[in-house]
């Protein structure tokens, strides 16, 4: 069983900054990569960055220049520093765990984040 807790959401203002977290624990000895997704109301949740065990990163275009992916391959955790907020980030935001051993791919409970014009 692999658990993903994520924290760091929250309200605010446009033009603001949040840091989320995401830490794997459980039976996972190797992950691959590591991501956030998003949902906004109505819409599909969508990729907005993700990391692979190597530091490679993929970012959705929408979200270039303005947050930044890292990740703790001790801690088996992911951050997503998100700068210059848009009310348009607006969404729920989910971590995602691609892992090599077990093989499989996790998600975690999602965390709110809500910017406001």
């Known amino acids: 069983q692999v658990q993903l807790v994520e924290s760091g959401g929250g309200l605010v203002q446009a033009g603001g900054s949040l840091r989320l977290s995401c830490a794997a624990s459980g039976r996972i000895f190797s992950i691959n990569a590591m991501g956030w997704y998003r949902q906004a109301p109505g819409k599909q949740r969508e990729l907005v960055a993700e990391i692979t065990r190597g530091g490679r990163t993929n970012y959705a275009d929408s979200v270039k220049g303005r947050f930044t992916i890292s990740r703790d391959n001790v801690k088996n955790t992911v951050y997503l520093q998100m700068n210059s907020l848009k009310p348009e980030d607006t969404a729920v935001y989910y971590c995602?765990?691609?892992?090599?051993?077990?093989?499989?791919?996790?998600w975690g409970q999602g965390t709110q984040v809500t910017v406001s014009s």
């Open positions: 995602r765990l691609v892992g090599d051993i077990p093989q499989g791919v996790y």
